[in-house]
């Protein structure tokens, strides 16, 4: 079991990152900011150090710098996280290694490359791929691994020409990718499945959006109960994950006015939530997540759940008109 340092100045960020670290096996400890993150790093001495570049209050690259020119820090694995693009980070970790002049624990100036540069929002399977490949000592990562990565965030692809799986609205099998779902749609009549991810977090919307495109499903989204109501009546999502603590309206009020309607009744609903008995608050959900919460678990949920309404659906009789 390693010791991963998550830095990142975004709490639901942080929370998803120490969780899906933990949910692999890790021990998992974050920081809101690089003065925080280096003084844990000092404390703790982590394994590995996932580091954000943008953050207020001291951000990833003097850290990172700071780290370099400490003997005891200088050889942790680090992989950075940001929103900027590969070339503006390049020109920044120059500019960091030219502007202060200070010097490493060996008497140089230089700045080493971090092991990897991951633009976000990160895949998950692919940032714990980098993570093992850090802490397995198998040589930087940053040209072999984060130069794909970063083109697999942009395209959908893993680096190899290969899309990630997703699953069949008609048939429940895997497809090929959610580009070669749309594509199916087309040729064999088969739609991905479309599930309504409903929070008032945009983060965590965008999250869960990227996640289950990823994994082939078509997506909406609302961030309260009321505007949920109006997607799920011009959407008709096959599923709903829904948070239970939104402004306007929350998600049990949302709940009850959605199974009151004929067409919407038995769509499963997975309740996602930061609040405590969340497993109380909608009784016929099909499962309950607390927040932060394993992707993965969650990816389970929904195909087992999607493969079982698919099977039933086509074991039901079929009415003529």
Not at 29 to 37: F, H, I, L, Q, S
Not at 298 to 316: H, P, Q, S, V
């Amino acid at each position: 079991m390693a010791l991963v340092l998550v830095v990142d100045d975004d709490l639901s960020f942080r929370f998803f990152l120490k969780a899906l670290f933990e949910t692999d096996g890790h021990e998992a400890v974050a920081a809101r900011n690089g003065a925080e993150g280096l003084e844990t790093a000092h404390k703790r001495r982590p394994d590995l150090v996932v580091l954000d570049v943008m953050m207020p209050g001291g951000g990833g690259l003097p850290m990172y710098r700071a780290m370099q020119a400490d003997p005891a820090l200088r050889s942790v694995p680090v992989i950075m996280l940001s929103g900027v693009g590969g070339a503006t980070f390049a020109h920044g970790l120059s500019m960091c290694q030219t502007a202060d002049g200070g010097r490493n624990g060996d008497g140089s100036t230089e700045v080493n490359e971090p092991f990897a540069y991951v633009e976000k929002p990160p895949r998950p399977d692919r940032l714990l791929e980098l993570a093992h490949r850090a802490l397995n000592g198998a040589g930087n990562g940053t040209a072999e691994m984060a130069g794909l990565t970063a083109r697999a965030e942009r395209t959908g692809q893993d680096g190899t020409g290969s899309d990630p799986g997703g699953i069949s609205r008609k048939t429940g099998q895997a497809t090929a990718s959610p580009r070669a779902a749309t594509h199916d749609a087309k040729e064999n009549e088969r739609m991905p499945y479309k599930i309504l991810v409903v929070d008032d977090d945009p983060y965590i919307v965008k999250y869960m959006v990227d996640i289950l495109s990823d994994n082939g499903y078509a997506t909406c989204s609302a961030s309260d109960g009321s505007e949920a109501l109006e997607v799920l009546k011009r959407e008709r999502p096959d599923l709903v994950t829904l948070d239970l603590e939104m402004p306007n309206e929350w998600g049990p009020r949302f709940y009850r006015k959605m199974t009151k309607e004929d067409a919407f009744r038995d769509t499963p609903v997975i309740v996602i939530s930061g609040l405590s008995g969340i497993h109380l608050a909608i009784r016929n959900a099909v499962a309950s997540l607390k927040k932060p919460f394993d992707p993965n678990r969650l990816l389970e949920i929904i195909r087992e759940t999607l493969e079982k309404r698919g099977e039933l659906a086509a074991e039901a009789p079929v009415t003529h008109q």
